[in-house]
C-alpha cells in the first residue's frame, strides 16, 4: 500500500487504544483525536505490538546510546517477525 503507515509499539495499552479507537484516559483521547486530525483520510494506518527488544526506538527513548548496527540487527529481526503476521516493509 503506497499510503500507509504501520506504528510499531511497545505498550499494550496504547495498541489497544488505537484498535479501539477510543480509551479509558483522558489523556489518551485527547492524542488519539490529534492524531485523527493529523492523519490524513487517504493514509491507511495499522498498529503492531513490537517487543521492547526489538522496537529499535527503545534505547534512544531512555536516553541511551544506539549502536547503528545494532539498530538494523533489531528491526531486520522485526521485519521477520512482522512478515509473520501480514506486514511488509523494508529496512532502510
Keep these: 500500500y503506497p499510503?500507509?503507515?504501520?506504528?510499531?509499539?511497545?505498550?499494550t495499552s496504547v495498541v489497544a487504544a488505537i484498535d479501539k479507537g477510543r480509551s479509558s484516559a483522558?489523556?489518551?483521547?485527547?492524542?488519539?483525536?490529534?492524531?485523527r486530525?493529523?492523519?490524513?483520510?487517504?493514509?491507511?494506518?495499522r498498529v503492531?505490538?513490537?517487543p521492547s527488544?526489538?522496537?529499535?526506538?527503545d534505547p534512544t527513548s531512555r536516553f541511551?546510546?544506539?549502536?547503528?548496527?545494532?539498530?538494523?540487527?533489531?528491526?531486520?529481526e522485526f521485519s521477520?517477525?512482522?512478515s509473520l503476521r501480514g506486514a511488509h516493509f523494508t529496512v532502510r
Excluded: H, K, T, W
Aim: aromatic content about 8%; overall charge negative; hydrophobic content about 55%.
Design 53 to 57: 527488544g526489538l522496537n529499535v526506538s
Design 80 to 82: 521477520q517477525l512482522a
Design 26 to 35: 483522558f489523556l489518551m483521547n485527547q492524542v488519539l483525536m490529534i492524531a
Design 48 to 50: 503492531m505490538y513490537c
Design 3 to 11: 499510503n500507509s503507515i504501520l506504528f510499531m509499539i511497545d505498550n
Design 37 to 45: 486530525e493529523l492523519i490524513p483520510p487517504e493514509v491507511a494506518y
Design 64 to 76: 541511551q546510546a544506539v549502536d547503528v548496527n545494532e539498530a538494523v540487527d533489531r528491526a531486520n
